[in-house]
């Protein structure tokens, strides 16, 4: 017999990646998208395995008070995949990223924490300063769907800022190019061109540049895409870290140098590594005194450092892992800053630092990216010894 592909389902609490909870009648976990926790909805089945099976919403028989209409045509089961939370209220956007967050730190870590998403300003439309846009056989630019190479062809995007609007990509044929990415800052707008083979092809500046606490940074490559994140985060890490003039400072995965450019403004001799080569140039040339390695963190970490009083980590999706977090704690620093866009890595690499005498003092969680699930962490953890606040 075959499994009927639409399912009446009793939808139950938030989970990682913009899903909700709910159970199969054969008992199988069921994640399902476009629900809200409280509703009943009826679900189309998009992958099915032997211990569980993902589903999209399809019809709301029984609505939570959250559920709002989507401002953006797009978001709907089907259509592009990037704004997976545009049903919910704003508020319950962030209680659902607030949940995930308390969640895998208490799953992977043990921790119980209270967690505030907060808002940064500007609402939750047209903040996107940078949009990574694929490319159909038809030549037309869109937004992925969800988990698939299918390009959702699109007039405009909602939460993009309306200078990358302006640059009309979706308003032209791109036959020949597989993706365009758009990046804007200030009065500047970048286009790069990339096709399937071949060196893409760039109109505007090779290179952005960015005013955050008081310094301009010039960014070839990775900057946040929310126009107030890095003020942000900066302003975070510096309360967290409180960071005294003539500490020892490291910055890894320091990018274009945002957080190694503070802590020298805040009178730190400090040392940030970076693995892509034009990145490590940019922070040489954004933070001239601070002592710029180019490398793999762990690398680096084992052969080049032996001491720090603060630290920042700011790695990639996967987070820091073991290997980086028993280097960072071999520093013997007295306050480490954590900056996470994955909530489980980081609850995996806090897990790791409470094995090594490091436990978590505090956290701030914001609202990098309105509209999807996506949410970032600052941690601040300390050596246990350290009585709690
Ligand atoms: C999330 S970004 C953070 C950049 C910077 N801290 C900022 O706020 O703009 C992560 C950075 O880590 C770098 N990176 C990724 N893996 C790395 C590794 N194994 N070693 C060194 N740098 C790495 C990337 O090139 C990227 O610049």
């Not at 953006?72 to 956007?93: R, T």
């Not at 540049?209 to 994140?229: I, K, L, M, S």
């Amino acid at each position: 017999m075959t499994e009927p592909d639409l399912l009446e389902l009793e939808v139950g609490g938030y989970a990682q990646g913009g899903v909700c909870v709910a159970h199969h009648p054969d008992g199988r976990v069921v994640f399902v998208r476009h629900a809200l926790p409280g509703e009943r909805v009826r679900a189309l089945v998009t992958a099915s395995r032997k211990s569980w099976l993902r589903a999209d919403a399809v019809e709301v028989l029984t609505a939570s008070p959250d559920r709002v209409t989507p401002p953006c045509p797009y978001a709907h089961p089907g259509g592009c995949g990037g704004c997976d939370l545009q049903h919910a209220s704003i508020p319950a956007q962030h209680a659902w990223k607030a949940a995930v967050v308390a969640e895998q730190l208490q799953r992977l870590a043990g921790v119980t924490v209270d967690v505030t998403v907060e808002p940064l300003p500007g609402g939750p439309l047209g903040w996107r300063t940078r949009v990574a846009y694929s490319v159909g056989h038809d030549g037309r630019a869109g937004l992925l769907a969800q988990r698939s190479h299918t390009v959702i062809p699109i007039d405009r995007c909602l939460i993009a800022d309306p200078r990358v609007a302006a640059a009309g990509v979706t308003d032209r044929p791109w036959r020949g190019i597989g993706a365009v990415e758009v990046a804007v800052a200030g009065e500047a707008t970048r286009l790069v061109a990339r096709p399937p083979r071949g060196r893409p092809r760039v109109t505007g500046p090779a290179a952005l540049v960015e005013h955050v606490a008081g310094r301009d940074f010039t960014v070839h490559g990775f900057w946040q895409v929310h126009p107030a994140a890095a003020s942000t985060l900066a302003a975070a890490v510096l309360e967290l870290l409180a960071p005294a003039p003539g500490e020892r400072a490291v910055d890894l995965y320091a990018g274009a140098g945002l957080f190694a450019g503070v802590l020298d403004d805040a009178g730190c001799s400090v040392v940030a590594v970076e693995g892509s080569r034009q990145g490590a140039a940019d922070c040489a040339q954004n933070v001239p005194a601070a002592d710029v390695r180019n490398g793999d963190v762990a690398t680096v970490l084992a052969t080049g450092l032996d001491a720090a009083d603060v630290v920042v980590l700011d790695p990639p999706r996967e987070g820091a892992k073991a290997v980086v977090v028993a280097a960072v704690c071999a520093l013997r620093p007295r306050a480490v800053a954590y900056v996470a866009c994955d909530p489980a890595a980081l609850g995996r690499d806090v897990d790791t630092f409470g094995e090594l005498g490091y436990r978590l003092t505090a956290i701030r969680a914001y609202d990098l990216f309105p509209m999807t699930h996506h949410v970032e962490c600052v941690a601040l953890l300390e050596p246990a010894s350290v009585p709690a606040p």
